[in-house]
């Protein structure tokens, strides 16, 4: 069965501090990754997505993620966080060709300024 | 852009009474569509999804029920509600050949 771990719940950060949010997904297939962000009050969107290709996507807001396939992982990153990243992120797979997408549990960031 | 429309907003309903949430889609045609349940914590709970008219597949035996009556329309419904069944609910859809979800601003059910 499809799943998705992610290993922080809950992070703190300074800002201009780099940020790293590991995702590690089970899937028996190909599989298309993307990363979901909640700013508060707003609702869910898009923050970055793999489909194939370059491992290393880019997405909005100078965040960055790495599909590294030996290890079933889609690392979140970004050099320098700003107080207006503080979020909730959620990663997320999809089988591809497949209808339904996963989320793993969320990790929420605080930025202080 | 594909818009999802979501509605009420916030909900508070006695134990079993009915429920009926709608979902509405703009600026896509045939969408695949989705009934969320998010859980502080525990990320997003796939309910249900639709790749079409009448076709509705469930994900988690439950108390809720989900049709499509029209292309651009779902509704997760309850007969008798549960307190288990509060919580906030997300419509989503994917557009055509993408894959990405677009979401609604969700719907927070209280049944008391």
């Known amino acids: 069965a499809q799943s998705v771990s992610q290993h922080n719940h809950h992070v703190i950060l300074s800002e201009a501090a780099s940020l790293e949010l590991g995702c590690n997904y089970s899937?028996?297939?190909?599989?298309?990754l993307f990363w979901y962000v909640q700013y508060p009050g707003q609702h869910l969107q898009l923050l970055l997505k793999?489909?194939?290709?370059?491992?290393l996507v880019k997405g909005i807001k100078g965040f960055e993620a790495e599909f590294i396939k030996s290890k079933f992982s889609f690392n979140l990153r970004k050099p320098s966080v700003q107080w207006s990243d503080t979020a909730e992120y959620f990663c997320?797979?999809?089988?591809?060709?497949?209808?339904?997408?996963?989320f793993g549990a969320g990790t929420r960031l605080f930025v202080k300024a | 852009s594909q818009t999802i429309h979501q509605w009420p907003a916030t909900l508070v309903q006695p134990v079993g009474s009915p429920l009926s949430l709608e979902c509405t889609v703009e600026g896509t045609s045939n969408p695949n569509l989705y009934w969320y349940r998010q859980a502080a914590g525990r990320g997003l709970q796939l309910l249900f999804y639709?790749?079409?008219?009448?076709?509705i597949s469930s994900e988690v035996p439950q108390n809720l029920s989900a049709s499509r009556p029209q292309d651009r329309q779902f509704i997760l419904s309850s007969k008798k509600l549960l307190l288990s069944d509060s919580g906030f609910y997300l419509c989503?859809?994917?557009?055509?050949?993408?894959?990405?979800?677009?979401f609604g601003e969700g719907s927070r059910l209280t049944v008391l």
């Open positions: 989503a859809g994917t557009g055509p050949n993408t894959g990405e979800l677009f």
């Open positions: 997320a797979v999809k089988g591809t060709g497949g209808f339904k997408t996963i």
């Open positions: 639709s790749v079409g008219i009448g076709q």
């Open positions: 899937y028996g297939g190909t599989v298309n």
């Open positions: 793999y489909f194939s290709g370059d491992p």
